[in-house]
């Protein structure tokens, strides 16, 4: 894979992207699930989710780089990872809470799926103590786990897709699984090919991300 290849996929897989990726996929699948028809109210649930789960722990993350707790934003010492871990887990408990006692219209599947972020992210934290993660893996594998059980409990073998104006894309949902799937690939050999990780390193932090989707539905299902 070329190394600008593998940045780009690195950048627009970040983790913390992975939870608004999540709710723009289910928004695209049925977005009066979330009491939210128009484009505008979809728009403002995203940026919501966005500002809390990506911009705000990345300000936090530059803060802890300009006060010199960690020496690069690629967080590539594991020590260093400790803090920016335990405030992306206070916006992600937040959202949580948010989403699962504050906001009814929310359906359970989605406050389900943040919940396993939220999970993903804490395991992650401790198991990072001792053993090397890839977080974007992590994030990877819950992304998945979310495609799988939404195919598998919400749809009977057709996706359709509402693009407002545009009309509905029907897709076979195995192909969406297939794609995810792949791009899930895609990721993890980035990845290793600029951190270096092992295959066993891989498949651990995928497994961690998916199975936290899974208690996550065990807990609220």
Do not use: C
């Not at 996929?9 to 289910?26: E, G, N, S």
């Amino acid at each position: 894979m070329p190394k600008i290849l593998a940045q780009i996929l690195t950048v627009f897989f970040h983790p913390l992207l992975i939870a608004t990726y999540m709710l723009v996929l289910l928004l695209l699948l049925n977005p009066y699930l979330f009491g939210v028809g128009n484009i505008a109210g979809q728009f403002s649930l995203i940026m919501i989710l966005f500002f809390s789960t990506f911009f705000m722990p990345m300000v936090m993350i530059l803060m802890l780089k300009q006060l010199d707790f960690i020496s690069s934003l690629k967080l590539e010492n594991r020590e260093e990872r400790i803090a920016p871990f335990i405030f992306a887990g206070f916006f992600y408990i937040s959202m949580t809470v948010f989403f699962m006692y504050h906001h009814p219209d929310i359906p359970n599947a989605f406050s389900a799926f943040l919940l396993g972020a939220t999970i993903a992210l804490f395991a992650s934290f401790l198991l990072n103590l001792f053993i090397p993660i890839s977080t974007h893996a992590v994030g990877m594998g819950a992304l998945l786990a979310m495609v799988f059980v939404t195919i598998w409990q919400f749809s009977h073998g057709l996706v359709f897709i509402n693009l407002g104006s545009w009309g509905v894309i029907q897709i076979n949902a195995i192909i969406i699984f297939i794609l995810i799937s792949l791009l899930t690939g895609l990721v993890g050999s980035a990845r290793m090919q600029l951190r270096h990780y092992t295959l066993q390193e891989m498949y651990g932090s995928y497994l961690i991300g998916f199975f936290a989707q899974i208690v996550a539905l065990r807990i609220l299902f």
